[in-house]
């Protein structure tokens, strides 16, 4: 089965601060997702990658950045953490269009 | 853009009952529409899924309904038990390989 692991699983970060969350997965998938999901939302596409060196914007790209240094690493980035960005943060891959895919256990960030 | 709806957004029943989960979606491009199940406090894991030349798909305790006319499915779960308990998301992924997801729907299925 895809393994798709994300560090932290928690973090409280002060509003301000810088943050990183990690992404890795070991299936060789060209796509990567970052997703938050929000009590009433859903799951909402922050930014994604095509595969190394791209990265696009999804559906609510402001305040994060995104990288994808290889194959298999997709990180987002917090350059100034505010607390409307407390949330659970999903990476996800897949392999090309029409296919499924396959989630990390989430990041529970509080901005504080 | 696309958008899906997923309705109810919440269920209640008592184990062994049967339930429906209905979802719409607007871009009549989208072709590919895959459902994940998400336990408490765990990962989305997929169910199942069912493409735009289809019209109906099951696996074991599970039915999927495609209407592309009236761009509707309907995921059917029979015979439910404790386990089946969990957020179900809906999802859609249209020509450009966007994917847009439904904002779920809480099953509670009560032994």
């Known amino acids: 089965e895809a393994a798709v692991t994300q560090s932290p699983r928690n973090k409280v970060a002060v509003t301000g601060g810088k943050v990183t969350l990690s992404c890795n997965q070991t299936?060789?998938?060209?796509?990567m997702y970052w997703y938050r999901q929000d009590t009433g939302h859903g799951l909402r596409l922050i930014h994604y990658?095509?595969?190394?060196?791209?990265?696009e914007k999804g559906d609510i790209p402001d305040g994060y950045k995104a990288s994808r240094p290889s194959q298999e690493n997709f990180s987002l980035i917090l350059e100034l953490a505010t607390p409307s960005q407390t949330s659970v943060y999903f990476c996800?891959?897949?392999?090309?269009?029409?296919?499924?895919?396959?989630f990390g256990e989430g990041s529970r960030l509080i901005v504080v | 853009g696309e958008q899906v709806e997923q309705l109810p957004s919440s269920l209640i029943v008592q184990e062994g009952a049967s339930v429906l989960i209905n979802c719409s979606y607007t871009?009549?491009?989208?072709?590919?529409f895959p459902w994940y199940k998400q336990e408490p406090g765990k990962r989305l894991q997929f169910i199942i899924d069912i493409r735009s030349n289809m019209e109906r798909k099951q696996t074991q305790r599970l039915t999927l309904l495609f209407d592309k006319k009236t761009k509707h499915l309907s995921l059917h779960i029979t015979a439910t038990q404790p386990g089946d308990s969990a957020i179900y998301f809906c999802?859609?992924?249209?020509?450009?390989?966007?994917?847009?997801f439904g904002d779920g729907t809480q099953l509670v299925v009560k032994p």
């Open positions: 299936n060789n998938h060209n796509n």
């Open positions: 990658s095509y595969g190394a060196g791209s990265t």
């Open positions: 996800a891959s897949g392999e090309a269009s029409g296919n499924t895919l396959y």
């Open positions: 999802s859609a992924t249209n020509s450009n390989n966007r994917i847009f």
């Open positions: 871009d009549s491009a989208s072709v590919y």
